[in-house]
């Protein structure tokens, strides 16, 4: 009897050993949250955890996508009742508040283990606050003017490489009969990207960066100037009208039609345009073109992370889940052309041979020597953000009332930093 | 067998005494238990969460009446609270053309032809789907570029115009939308009022001349009090907790013009960038003190109106 047992015991060693070849042994429970709900995304991230499962047999995993948008609202929610293990979110200020209240985890342990310590240092800095690392990236994106090539071509025009151009160009353009650049503002964000570059471009990273933290008073002389290179435009006629009714998809018809030449936008925009019809010869991509030759060029590049939060219940599970998703081979994956179409963030990672993100990567690896920003509503906090947001709309519909919008965000700031 | 009986009254439990007196309560009593702790409690929770500084994760900071401080600024400034309070009064008084719009619908509704169940099927249906639907439908017709609207005002060479990217138009725009389902909701709540007019009145004031306008006006309105003061509650309720329609359509855009009040609570305690919940509280108790004015009003009609008809 007692030898039976043995054998058996033997059996289901051996045939344990024999389908798990990784040394981590993991089981229970593990619960993955994600707001990858758009079709490629989402598929990309199932495909991701699958491979995870593969690894992991044991283990039980169990992966909720939730709109996007709705998430932003439901993480607050989940991340102290019924939370997940692993979860979606933003790097930067937008994690700040789980992090002051203590709802994500502490992961600086990962940080320091040489494979990620080495591979992920650029982004680094987005993770942390307080000197500790609350996360891991698993996607970057590059933002800068997508550009109809062929409009380009038929009004005799190349990409600019200073403000003068980018101006003359947008007259062109405008004669033709055509807006320079499509926008939808009606969810807001569009418009910070815009604010963003022009007044990275008009007075510096550093300088944007105090202005997020509040430390810069927006009737300060210098953001004055930022509104002005903007009104410029606007005046000029470079937007779309009536961008205050659409949102960012909403506004890509005017792209693919003709009807605007280009689009400051974030990575994400080539799919749905390629999609719509336009191919690579009609389409390219430039970086935002100095404005102030006295400062550095700087770039947004927004990051995606994934995040453990504190109350999860199988932590081990999800340190392992955390180290996979930024390994080097699941890196060039995730962000190849077929799923993400963004940037690895791991540097041992392959970018995808695609015009527009080796474009991008080239950028920010080298173009961008005065930082790296991430998105204005994550740099700054979030009722910053979204009062000024609110002010760049109405001032890209009613640019003359620019003064009062800044009296406006200097008292949200009086009342915001404290 | 000789058992001593023991009289009824000892052997009758307390339930069983005082069983006239309690049933009615005990009947009562999910219903008051779920109305005490959804929403009895939460609105003394209201109260005193308005009294913090708070972000709905961290720990709460008393701050006393400042919250409400800041608001009285926000509306002295005529910065978002101002605007909110605004749209919330043009709500409450557009929203009312609903009434007579739907007496006119449910007047010439009431005759009997072929198909009538129908036509006030027809009539009814904007109310049964979805406001989200109602938000959606209106959005498309209202866009500046491909909208049935514009089109409508180009054969007559006039427009475009952009009703939702318009801050002096936007409110009008959405309270618009929002009256299509609500005109047919007063339509049906006329219609039902309409079957119970007295037709021996409308037979007596025929005899006295009484046609058109006048009999309306002295004979079957005043016989349609009850379904005007239900569909007066119904809609001054409805225009103050109007959200659905604004969520959709504009998010409170453009640069926050169409919010209303309890729009700018959920944008400021609840949505993407909102972690004031304090400030929240404090809005939905101004907002609660509104509809207290409403309510305690048609209260004391309603209580006086049942004393008059004793």
């Known amino acids: 009897m007692r030898s039976m047992i043995k054998c058996a015991v033997a059996a289901l060693v051996t045939s344990t050993a024999l389908a798990g070849p990784v040394s981590a042994e993991l089981n229970g429970d593990l619960k993955i949250f994600l707001d990858t709900s758009n079709p490629a995304p989402r598929a990309t991230m199932e495909a991701m955890i699958s491979r995870f499962q593969e690894q992991h047999p044991d283990l039980n995993i169990e992966t909720t996508v939730i709109d996007r948008e709705a998430y932003k609202t439901q993480i607050r929610n989940f991340l102290t009742a019924d939370t997940p293990d692993v979860a979606t979110w933003y790097a930067a200020n937008r994690m700040r508040p789980y992090v002051e209240a203590g709802l994500f985890e502490d992961v600086s342990d990962l940080w320091a283990e040489p494979e990620i310590a080495e591979n992920l240092a650029s982004t680094k800095g987005a993770m942390t606050i307080d000197g500790k690392q609350w996360g891991v990236p698993y996607t970057y994106y590059q933002w800068g003017v997508y550009y109809r090539k062929d409009i380009y071509e038929e009004l005799g025009l190349s990409e600019p490489s200073n403000w003068e151009e980018f101006k003359a160009n947008c007259q062109a353009i405008v004669d033709s009969g055509r807006a320079c650049f499509t926008i939808g503002t009606k969810f807001l964000w569009t418009a910070g990207g815009w604010f963003d570059y022009l ?19 927006w009737e300060d002389e210098r953001v004055k100037q930022t509104f002005m290179n903007w009104k410029e435009l606007i005046d000029m006629g470079a937007f779309v009208e009536n961008h205050q009714t659409y949102s960012w998809q909403e506004a890509l018809p005017f792209m693919v039609n003709g009807e605007a030449a280009g689009y400051l936008m974030g990575n994400f925009a080539v799919a749905p345009l390629r999609e719509a019809g336009l191919t690579d010869d009609q389409l390219d991509f430039y970086q935002f073109p100095a404005i102030n030759a006295d400062v550095e060029l700087a770039e947004d590049a927004p990051t995606d992370t994934f995040h453990i939060p504190a109350n999860a219940s199988n932590k081990e599970a999800a340190r392992e889940f955390l180290r996979f998703v930024v ?19 791991n540097a041992k990672s392959s970018v995808d041979d695609d015009k527009f993100l080796n474009q991008g990567f080239e950028m920010l690896s080298s173009n961008s020597p005065g930082g790296v920003a991430q998105f204005w509503d994550r740099d700054a906090p979030a009722e910053m953000a979204k009062v000024s947001m609110e002010g760049f709309q109405e001032f890209m519909v009613k640019p003359d009332e620019l003064d009062k919008i800044l009296a406006k965000l200097e008292r949200a700031r009086g009342r915001i930093y404290k | 067998m000789s058992v001593t009986p023991t009289t009824p009254t000892e052997t009758r439990s307390w339930y069983y005494r005082n069983q006239q007196a309690i049933t009615p309560w005990l009947f ?4 008051i238990l779920f109305f005490a702790v959804y929403v009895i409690v939460p609105i003394f929770q209201s109260f005193s969460i308005s009294l913090y500084e708070w972000d709905g994760l961290g720990t709460a900071e008393y701050v006393g009446l400042r919250n409400y401080e800041d608001l009285y600024w926000e509306f002295v400034d005529r910065d978002a609270f101002f605007v909110s309070l605004k749209n919330n009064v043009i709500w409450l008084v557009m929203y009312l053309l609903a009434i007579p719009a739907g007496l006119f619908i449910a007047l010439f509704l009431n005759q009997t032809v072929t198909g009538i169940r129908l036509y006030k099927s027809l009539f009814f249906f904007p109310f049964v789907i979805s406001q989200v639907v109602v938000g959606l439908v209106f959005s498309w017709f209202y866009d500046p570029t491909f909208g049935l609207l514009n089109s409508f005002l180009g054969v007559f060479g006039l427009g475009p115009v952009n009703v939702l990217g318009n801050e ?4 009008y725009g959405i309270i618009f939308a929002g009256l299509w389902p609500q005109t047919a909701y007063c339509m049906i709540l006329y219609l039902t009022g309409l079957n119970a007019v007295d037709p021996e009145q409308i037979e007596a004031g025929r005899l006295d001349n009484a046609k058109g306008l006048k009999m309306l006006w002295y004979i079957i309105l005043p016989q349609l009090r ?16 109007s959200f659905d329609l604004i969520s959709i359509m504009t998010g409170g855009g453009p640069f926050g013009s169409s919010r209303v009040l309890a729009y700018y609570m959920f944008e400021v305690a609840l949505s993407e960038y909102g972690f004031r919940m304090g400030y929240g509280a404090a809005i939905a108790v101004v907002l609660f003190v509104i509809m207290m004015g409403f309510i305690a009003y048609f209260l004391w009609s309603m209580y006086r109106e049942e004393k008059g008809a004793h």
């Not at chain 1, 390994?327 to 963030?345: C, F, K, R, W, Y």
Request: aromatic share 6%; no cysteine.
């Open chain 2, 28 to 31: 009562l009593a999910p219903g």
């Open chain 2, 226 to 241: 009850p379904a005007t003061f239900i569909a007066f509650v119904v809609t001054i309720i409805g225009a103050l907790r």
């Open chain 2, 168 to 171: 002096n138009l936007v409110t």
């Open chain 1, 327 to 345: 390994s080097a081979d699941e890196q060039t994956e995730i962000n190849n052309g077929a799923n993400l179409g963004q940037l690895p963030v």
């Open chain 1, 199 to 217: 007044n990275m471009r008009t007075n510096g990273f550093d300088f944007h960066m105090d202005l997020a933290a509040g430390k810069v008073s």
